[in-house]
């Protein structure tokens, strides 16, 4: 039997376990109800569970062929966002501030699809699947502390992923080689100058008028010292400083975040931005300290494993559901699964304006075209089959 042969047959049970999982989300590090029910799901049809019990959240689930051979895993993350649902079906959020506003509620019913799907063929599997349950993946750090539970992750010889994507269109899946999702790093700006009277700038060093300063001279960094060809994001997402309307304050703290694809451009970028920010604070008589913080590296897929993907979409769900579609900048914990095994990561496309599929990731009205999530669940469990028969 073929996964493709399958997608019907499993389209409601997918679409009802997305829903479900939509209803009951769980933040990260926290997912002790949803590990449960996973587990509980995966011994009903027979799969092997192993729960990360000293966490209390995350799994693996292990499906073993009729043939020995290799192990690849199938990875999907698992936790919810701190958002406020503004949608109104009936199977939007039941827990006050907490969403799954990112997709990983769909995740979820995908690996549990293709679960059905590979216990259906096991004649096909030559070697052992492993269903990678993973928590925390909105906080970049849970996937380096899912690849410590156990010995799971050292047996693991590839793993495949993906990630359902707002800005493609339902159906349609992406899996090129390359870079896929940018290096997500955050950085800290300490800003220290001089506390004075509001009435006598002269006597102080503003330390508002720094960090403004740096703000827009950090901007030429992307502009002016990056090469048109690369991509580089520079943001800052917060200032603090200052507590009183007459004091001009002496101290200034930025949070922000950089965005980049070329890990050899890494040093290069952030010694950049030190430079700017500590001769800029230096032209004003003022001190500053950048603090860099690596959360995640770059998704960059493998191209042995992306040609199989490619084949494998092409074969079980037709030439035109692959698409093409540009990288991206925001990051995923998964690029450090490709940091030491071979793998690809997958843009799966939910966007559908029938069924309001037109927010993007992280909004408070999120939602997605479930609908062609088994299809997923099948290229899932082709490409586990595949690459096991291809890889002996």
């Not at 679960?115 to 380096?144: C, H, N, W």
């Not at 799971?152 to 999702?181: C, N, Q, T, Y």
Request: aromatic share 8%.
């Amino acid at each position: 039997m073929h996964s493709r042969d399958l997608i019907e047959q499993y389209k409601t049970y997918v679409q009802d376990w997305r829903r479900y999982f939509h209803k009951h989300p769980e933040l990260s590090n926290e997912e002790f109800e949803t590990t449960k029910t996973l587990a509980k799901e995966l011994e009903s049809m027979g799969v092997e569970v192993h729960v990360d019990e000293e966490r209390g959240t995350g799994l693996i689930g292990i499906i073993h062929g009729e043939k020995t051979g290799k192990v690849i895993a199938l990875r999907a993350d698992i936790d919810a966002l701190p958002v406020q649902e503004h949608n109104t079906f009936d199977f939007k959020s039941d827990v006050d501030g907490k969403m799954h506003a990112c997709g990983h509620d769909g995740h979820m019913a995908i690996l549990l699809g293709a679960a059905k799907m590979l216990t259906s063929m096991k004649d096909r599997i030559e070697g052992d699947v492993y269903l990678a349950f993973q928590p925390a993946e909105e906080t970049g750090a849970g996937a380096p502390a899912f690849m410590k539970f156990g010995d799971w992750f050292e047996k693991v010889d590839a793993i495949f992923g993906g990630h359902v994507w707002i800005d493609l269109p339902a159906g349609l899946i992406s899996v090129e080689a390359g870079p896929r999702m940018a290096a997500s790093s955050k950085i800290t700006i300490n800003v220290k100058g001089k506390q004075g009277h509001g009435a006598q700038p002269h006597q102080a060093v503003d330390a508002i008028v720094v960090a403004s300063a740096i703000v827009m001279n950090l901007q030429t960094v992307v502009s002016r010292n990056v090469s048109a060809l690369d991509s580089l994001v520079i943001t800052i997402g917060n200032i603090h400083s200052g507590s009183e309307w007459n004091v001009i304050p002496g101290e200034a703290q930025m949070g922000g975040t950089i965005r980049f694809f070329d890990p050899d451009k890494e040093e290069y970028y952030v010694e950049s931005i030190r430079r700017v920010v500590e001769h800029t604070a230096l032209a004003y008589g003022a001190t500053a300290e950048l603090i860099y913080e690596r959360k995640v590296p770059a998704t960059i897929n493998d191209a042995a494993s992306s040609e199989l993907a490619e084949r494998v979409v092409i074969d079980t769900l037709g030439q035109d559901k692959l698409s093409k579609m540009r990288q991206v900048m925001p990051g995923e914990d998964f690029a450090w699964y490709l940091q030491e095994k071979p793998g690809c990561f997958a843009f799966i496309g939910i966007q559908n304006s029938e069924v309001g599929a037109t927010f993007d990731h992280h909004n408070n009205r999120f939602t997605m075209d479930d609908s062609v999530l088994s299809a997923a669940s099948a290229v899932y469990a082709e490409y586990a089959v595949q690459w096991l028969k291809e890889n002996k």
